[in-house]
């Protein structure tokens, strides 16, 4: 157990890039920034409160919890491993994230996925205006609403929204749900702990006019 | 970057902490503004007493006499308050360069690290019902006094900003246009003077807000308080960050969390990101 209130940030994550325990639990995170970025290690860390910008930045294997609410970029440039909020996410959760699971189980903020590089993000509530913005690869599943111009210039992640969607940016359609899709939002929904129907999810996707150049955008 | 803080009190039972809930903010906001800070405190009646109208000046002249006055000085900024109207007491010190007035509030300004400014305005021992402060991270003008926030240019209003105009040349030209002076070349300026027509012309901070996201082009969360009103609204892109909380007892808005983590009853707070091009106002 490290308490935030009496050891510095810099020795917490010190601690957790190489790790002597399996389990860390962290107290008083009171809003700081970076906790809990750049592990490397299959531990647990549970963090009780809300934290700051780039918490479990970088992560790879670890399985972080916050038992709170996540400041800008949560999970941002995630490689591997498991980040889960129990509250609600701010702007830029799991930006060009690579790998590995985010889930939200409140609401995340604007640019939720932004430029997301193949990870999976699933959110138990409403995602914010521009999320999935250039998003290249990977799953985001939404189990509540989306904000406006989802998926602006999006490439080739996937997104699933049951909720209502205010509006899709540039290049962004809705697509026809399959077997497959189902299957897939089936297997997230159960990662994340999320108990709804697969049938009740549309899918979004790119419409691959905007990143492909054809003779059309010749001068 | 920039950071702001703002206080509102519900609850008189915590009018005597104001200070001290806002030094606690301010010290969460000194990374994102280190070169000077300002702060606006509303209802301190041992700085502004009841039945007194309080101005706040730069660089007072030496030879500054007000009958009946209660002069305080704070660094750069001193605060005069007298037994006087408001526009009788602003007549009185023509001349020197006004950054507050109102039967409200005080406002400090000046240029250093935000938590010595703090000891300057004995923030900490501010008691009263609302209150904002800003810490600066000056990009684009000096870093002096009069760049520093809040921007106060109608009676006890404030306007805080972090983030930049666009065209505030451009609405620069039509309210002086329409009769507006200016004191600087801030472009937040701008935005506080915009504001006070609007309010100056009737309209709420609701309304004034509405027609300042249509009008001005940029980046900016803008925290706007009032002797009846406290507002934050942010840009339809809002990268500039901002977090609000509210209890029975308070109402609070910060650039990030952790400028709240301080405040009492905060874990049972209802805490939200303010959406792009809405208006949150409170009014009373």
């Given at each position: 157990?490290?308490?935030?209130?009496?050891?510095?940030?810099?020795?917490?994550?010190?601690?957790?890039?190489?790790?002597?325990?399996?389990?860390?639990?962290?107290?008083?995170?009171?809003?700081?920034?970076?906790?809990?970025?750049?592990?490397?290690?299959?531990?647990?860390?549970?963090?009780?409160?809300?934290?700051?910008?780039?918490?479990?930045?970088?992560?790879?294997?670890?399985?972080?919890?916050?038992?709170?609410?996540?400041?800008?970029?949560?999970?941002?440039?995630?490689?591997?491993?498991?980040?889960?909020?129990?509250?609600?996410?701010?702007?830029?959760?799991?930006?060009?994230?690579?790998?590995?699971?985010?889930?939200?189980?409140?609401?995340?903020?604007?640019?939720?996925?932004?430029?997301?590089?193949?990870?999976?993000?699933?959110?138990?509530?409403?995602?914010?205006?521009?999320?999935?913005?250039?998003?290249?690869?990977?799953?985001?599943?939404?189990?509540?609403?989306?904000?406006?111009?989802?998926?602006?210039?999006?490439?080739?992640?996937?997104?699933?929204?049951?909720?209502?969607?205010?509006?899709?940016?540039?290049?962004?359609?809705?697509?026809?749900?399959?077997?497959?899709?189902?299957?897939?939002?089936?297997?997230?929904?159960?990662?994340?702990?999320?108990?709804?129907?697969?049938?009740?999810?549309?899918?979004?996707?790119?419409?691959?006019?905007?990143?492909?150049?054809?003779?059309?955008?010749?001068? | 970057?920039?950071?702001?803080?703002?206080?509102?009190?519900?609850?008189?039972?915590?009018?005597?902490?104001?200070?001290?809930?806002?030094?606690?903010?301010?010290?969460?906001?000194?990374?994102?503004?280190?070169?000077?800070?300002?702060?606006?405190?509303?209802?301190?009646?041992?700085?502004?007493?009841?039945?007194?109208?309080?101005?706040?000046?730069?660089?007072?002249?030496?030879?500054?006499?007000?009958?009946?006055?209660?002069?305080?000085?704070?660094?750069?900024?001193?605060?005069?308050?007298?037994?006087?109207?408001?526009?009788?007491?602003?007549?009185?010190?023509?001349?020197?360069?006004?950054?507050?007035?109102?039967?409200?509030?005080?406002?400090?300004?000046?240029?250093?690290?935000?938590?010595?400014?703090?000891?300057?305005?004995?923030?900490?021992?501010?008691?009263?019902?609302?209150?904002?402060?800003?810490?600066?991270?000056?990009?684009?003008s000096?870093?002096t006094?009069e760049g520093?926030?809040?921007f106060?240019?109608?009676?006890?209003?404030?306007?805080?900003?972090?983030?930049?105009?666009?065209?505030?040349?451009?609405?620069?030209?039509?309210?002086?246009?329409?009769?507006?002076?200016f004191d600087s070349e801030n472009d937040s300026e701008v935005?506080?003077?915009?504001?006070?027509?609007?309010?100056?012309?009737?309209?709420?901070?609701?309304?004034?807000?509405?027609?300042?996201?249509?009008?001005?082009?940029?980046?900016?969360?803008?925290?706007?308080?009032?002797?009846?009103?406290?507002?934050?609204?942010?840009?339809?892109?809002?990268?500039?960050?901002?977090?609000?909380?509210?209890?029975?007892?308070?109402?609070?808005?910060?650039?990030?969390?952790?400028?709240?983590?301080?405040?009492?009853?905060?874990?049972?707070?209802?805490?939200?990101?303010?959406?792009?091009?809405?208006?949150?106002?409170?009014?009373?």
């Open positions: 157990m490290i308490d935030l209130a009496r050891t510095p940030l810099r020795a917490l994550n010190r601690e957790l890039h190489a790790p002597a325990a399996d389990a860390y639990e962290v107290l008083n995170p009171r809003g700081a920034h970076a906790v809990a970025a750049g592990l490397c290690h299959a531990v647990a860390v549970e963090i009780r409160g809300h934290v700051g910008y780039y918490c479990a930045g970088m992560n790879q294997l670890a399985r972080v919890t916050v038992h709170g609410n996540a400041g800008v970029g949560v999970a941002e440039n995630m490689m591997s491993g498991l980040v889960r909020v129990r509250g609600d996410a701010s702007q830029s959760a799991g930006a060009t994230a690579h790998g590995g699971l985010l889930v939200v189980e409140g609401s995340a903020s604007m640019r939720c996925g932004i430029s997301l590089k193949g990870a999976d993000v699933v959110v138990g509530g409403d995602i914010g205006a521009m999320s999935a913005f250039m998003a290249q690869a990977g799953r985001i599943v939404v189990c509540g609403d989306a904000a406006e111009a989802l998926g602006d210039s999006i490439y080739e992640a996937r997104v699933y929204v049951r909720g209502k969607v205010a509006s899709l940016g540039a290049d962004c359609v809705e697509k026809e749900v399959r077997d497959e899709h189902r299957a897939e939002v089936a297997a997230l929904l159960a990662a994340a702990g999320f108990e709804h129907d697969p049938r009740d999810f549309r899918r979004y996707g790119s419409a691959r006019r905007l990143y492909h150049f054809t003779r059309g955008n010749t001068y | 970057m920039c950071g702001i803080v703002g206080l509102h009190l519900r609850d008189p039972e915590l009018h005597p902490c104001l200070g001290r809930l806002l030094t606690s903010m301010l010290a969460g906001v000194t990374e994102r503004g280190p070169d000077s800070a300002g702060v606006a405190v509303y209802g301190d009646r041992r700085r502004c007493p009841e039945g007194y109208a309080a101005v706040s000046l730069l660089d007072a002249p030496p030879d500054l006499h007000v009958p009946g006055a209660l002069v305080t000085e704070a660094g750069d900024t001193t605060v005069v308050a007298a037994p006087l109207p408001v526009e009788e007491l602003l007549a009185a010190v023509a001349g020197a360069r006004v950054v507050g007035a109102g039967t409200e509030v005080t406002v400090y300004k000046g240029t250093g690290r935000p938590l010595d400014l703090a000891r300057t305005y004995d923030l900490a021992d501010a008691q009263g019902w609302q209150g904002l402060a800003h810490t600066r991270m000056a990009t684009e000096q870093v006094a520093c926030h809040p106060s240019v109608g009676p006890d209003q404030c306007l805080v900003h972090n983030g930049s105009f666009a065209n505030h040349a451009s609405i620069r030209r039509e309210l002086v246009a329409a009769g507006v002076a935005g506080a003077r915009f504001v006070a027509a609007r309010l100056a012309a009737g309209e709420d901070l609701d309304k004034a807000l509405r027609a300042l996201c249509e009008r001005f082009d940029g980046f900016y969360t803008l925290l706007v308080t009032s002797a009846d009103g406290f507002a934050v609204v942010r840009d339809a892109i809002a990268c500039k960050p901002a977090v609000i909380a509210e209890t029975p007892r308070w109402v609070a808005m910060a650039s990030e969390f952790r400028a709240l983590a301080e405040l009492p009853g905060i874990d049972d707070a209802r805490i939200w990101e303010p959406e792009p091009e809405r208006v949150y106002a409170w009014q009373w």
